[in-house]
């Protein structure tokens, strides 16, 4: 199980989020607490694959820091095959 004690943005960040992608920072926090896909990249560094309560299908990485502090560096709409991905290992249409 993943937990998850907190999220550290920043202006700069959470603002680069949502002007090139598009994405709050709520919408990116709840992409940790609707059933997501996580990948360990290295060391404290992560991918996330999730769909949003919206139906919005998300991609992100991220750094875990210590306390369990989430510090997202990128969030997106995932890409075609990034949607395959997570179909396939979710086992259906989601």
Avoid: C
């Avoid at 999730?50 to 969030?75: M, N, Y």
């Amino acid at each position: 199980m993943f937990i998850i004690k907190g999220f550290e943005w920043d202006e700069s960040n959470a603002e680069k989020n949502l002007l090139k992608h598009n994405v709050t920072t709520q919408e990116a926090e709840e992409t940790f607490f609707t059933d997501p896909i996580v990948f360990r990249v290295r060391k404290n560094l992560y991918y996330i694959y999730s769909v949003t309560e919206s139906g919005r299908h998300l991609f992100g990485f991220f750094f875990l820091k210590p306390g369990r502090v989430v510090r997202v560096i990128s969030i997106r709409d995932m890409e075609k095959k990034e949607r395959r991905l997570y179909k396939e290992r979710k086992g259906g249409d989601r």
